[in-house]
């Protein structure tokens, strides 16, 4: 296959970037996820040994989103304000019940670190610890990493798990032994339903399952009722900002 009709190929186009963020992200933490733990506390030594969550950001918001570039003729993106308006809208609705547990910790005024049980079940955690661009004394090394964290939210992941999740697996699972590109984007079932927010679920951690299920639901259904895929990638990307507003405001870093 030459790279021709690979560029042509709409099913790559769909899988591959976030395949590729995926593998990037899980194969670069698993390398250095042991080191972390031994290296964090040693303040002699360079950031990136330290800190490898701030080089492997970049690293996969660089890589996916050139991904994303090169198949961009592929993707259908129409500019519909009021479907565009919808998403946003849906998406500030669905991210205000994501962060509510963690939230209602602070409003309780509770002081244990990991409350277990049905709160933690529900999220109700401190979620302190995480993706920090504090850990850099430098105020441009501070812009840099935050500024590409937020690339990589507001944009970067916005755009290839909804291409993925919305743009081709809820039509594969409709027709997977056919021509599943004729599926028009939206088509309600309750299996493609099923099967999408299950994957979406169970991709985040444990404490996030109920807040992603609900948002799991609100993005199948902005899908449904636009019939707009860049209305879902809208709503994912407003999520994502002002989960990253909030992360940053308030201390949340574990949320992203």
């Not at 790559?12 to 194969?27: E, K, T, Y």
């Not at 990307?237 to 201390?251: D, I, K, P, Q, R």
Request: overall charge neutral; proline content about 5%.
């Amino acid at each position: 296959m030459n790279l021709a009709r690979i560029r042509q190929d709409q099913t790559l186009a769909h899988v591959v970037p976030l395949v590729a963020f995926m593998l990037i992200g899980g194969g670069l933490t698993v390398l250095t996820g042991s080191l972390e733990s031994v290296f964090r506390d040693h303040v002699y030594l360079s950031w990136w040994r330290r800190y490898p969550e701030q080089w492997i950001y970049p690293l996969q918001t660089l890589l996916a989103g050139g991904l994303v570039i090169f198949w961009w003729r592929q993707y259908e993106l129409k500019w519909e304000p009021g479907k565009l308006l919808l998403g946003a809208v849906l998406g500030a609705v669905g991210i205000g019940i994501w962060i509510l547990p963690t939230q209602l910790y602070e409003w309780w005024g509770m002081t244990e670190e990991e409350p277990g049980g049905w709160k933690e079940s529900l999220g109700i955690l401190p979620r302190r610890d995480g993706f920090n661009p504090g850990v850099f004394e430098s105020p441009m090394a501070w812009w840099a990493a935050t500024v590409f964290r937020f690339l990589r939210a507001v944009v970067v992941v916005s755009l290839v798990e909804e291409l993925l999740w919305r743009g081709f697996l809820m039509r594969f699972i409709l027709n997977p032994d056919g021509d599943y590109w004729k599926v028009p984007f939206g088509t309600f079932s309750w299996r493609s339903y099923l099967v999408v927010t299950a994957l979406v679920v169970f991709i985040h951690s444990p404490a996030d399952w109920a807040a992603a299920f609900v948002w799991g639901t609100l993005m199948y259904g902005c899908a449904v009722w636009t019939r707009s895929l860049l209305a879902c990638v809208v709503m994912h990307a407003v999520a994502n900002f002002l989960m990253g507003w909030y992360a940053l405001s308030f201390g949340k870093y574990g949320l992203w």
